[in-house]
């Protein structure tokens, strides 16, 4: 793998600049702002401000980049697990004062038997790392053996049904198939090009019929906000069905 986004990392940690990209399969690129990765709780956006005081007990924070959730978290005194399958990510969290952070595929979890979850935190889009109806499924399904009776799933994904304009709508005819849309990427960051990896992306109308048989419902959706406009994504909290039933 190469570690494209742990790079940016590691030099914004460092107190470098950077200018980093999203490419799409299609060719399409985006400037991303990485940085957003380190903002303290202040500049968070109000839809995070909401979903952050939802968290309760213990916290498996997955796909936890440089560390921002976790950090703010462990402040508050909750006992958090972070996880992200970056080597560069994983350093500058423990660099920046995660306790518990570990080099780990969200695809492959690996926890102790007795290590059970509360809730688990999935921001920045990454419940799309699933990368297909199947994969998060799968995923889903995983999380409900490793999680505690009552536990939630607060989650941010990209709603695709929001796209105007003609590029992504474009993309979406060719590469809609059933439920939701998974769109292949990667990090453009200097001279470096990141692997591709898929995102799998939902609409709010489509999630009750993605959790199905996966032991999970939606509670709430909240409004995504990045520098007070609004966002086409949406924070999911996600309660777990008792006995595995929907």
């Not at 400037?31 to 309760?56: C, D, H, M, Q, T």
């Not at 518990?100 to 595929?105: A, I, L, T, Y």
């Not at 591709?196 to 993605?210: A, C, G, N, Q, R």
Request: charged share 30%; net charge positive; hydrophobic share 35%.
């Amino acid at each position: 793998m190469i570690d494209t986004f742990g790079k940016i990392m590691s030099d914004i940690h460092r107190g470098k600049k950077t200018r980093c990209f999203i490419e799409r399969e299609d060719g399409y690129t985006n400037e991303s702002s990485s940085e957003e990765y380190f903002y303290p709780y202040n500049r968070w956006g109000k839809g995070e401000k909401e979903a952050i005081k939802l968290v309760n007990k213990k916290v498996l924070d997955l796909g936890c980049g440089a560390g921002r959730h976790a950090l703010y978290l462990q402040k508050k005194g909750f006992s958090v697990t972070a996880i992200d399958i970056s080597p560069g990510a994983v350093e500058v969290a423990k660099l920046r004062g995660v306790k518990d952070v570990r080099k780990m595929n969200m695809n492959k979890l690996r926890f102790g038997r007795n290590e059970k979850f509360d809730t688990v935190l999935m921001m920045f889009n990454n419940f799309g790392l699933g990368g297909s109806m199947a994969g998060t499924k799968k995923l889903l399904k995983k999380l409900h053996k490793i999680t505690s009776e009552n536990a939630q799933i607060i989650a941010s994904s990209l709603d695709y049904t929001a796209a105007k304009n003609p590029a992504h709508l474009a993309y979406q005819k060719i590469k809609k198939k059933g439920l939701g849309l998974t769109i292949k990427l990667r990090v453009l960051y200097k001279k470096q090009k990141g692997s591709w990896f898929d995102l799998y992306t939902i609409s709010p109308k489509e999630m009750p019929e993605l959790l199905e048989g996966t032991g999970w419902r939606m509670a709430k959706k909240i409004p995504e906000f990045y520098f007070k406009k609004r966002s086409p994504s949406y924070i999911y909290v996600l309660k777990k069905v008792k006995n595995g039933k929907t």
